[in-house]
Nanobody, 117 residues
Framework: QVQLAESGGGLVQPGGSLRLSCEAS????????MGWYRQAPGKEREVVGT???????TYKDSVKGRFTISRDNAKNTVFLQMNDLKPEDTAVYYC???????????WGQGTQVTVSS
């Protein structure tokens, strides 16, 4: 089992930046992949970015060049650096983790990101 705790959300003006953090805890040897998802009101949850234990990353097309996902394997922490934020980035952001390729995905409680002037 993996417990995830997100932090770093808040209110920011368009063009601003935020850095989200997610620390994993529980009983596990390692985590294969960690990621960030987001869900806006009335919309489906969508992937923002993922990063494997080896450092391979993926991104939603609309955030490429603006967001950067990274992880500290020793600290079991994943980060999402968000730059040039836009109103359409407003959503609840969820951290995710999968211990192995065959494991179920664990989810954090979510942190609100609001981009507004």
């Amino acid at each position: 089992q993996v417990q995830l705790a997100e932090s770093g959300g808040g209110l920011v003006q368009p063009g601003g930046s935020l850095r989200l953090s997610c620390e994993a805890s529980g009983s596990f040897r390692s985590i294969y992949v960690m990621g960030w998802y987001r869900q806006a009101p009335g919309k489906e949850r969508e992937v923002v970015g993922t990063v494997t234990s080896s450092g391979t990353t993926t991104y939603k097309d609309s955030v490429k060049g603006r967001f950067t996902i990274s992880r500290d394997n020793a600290k079991n922490t994943v980060f999402l650096q968000m730059n040039d934020l836009k109103p359409e980035d407003t959503a609840v952001y969820y951290c995710s983790a999968r211990r192995t390729a065959l494991s179920n995905t664990s989810w954090g409680q979510g942190t609100q990101v609001t981009v507004s002037s």
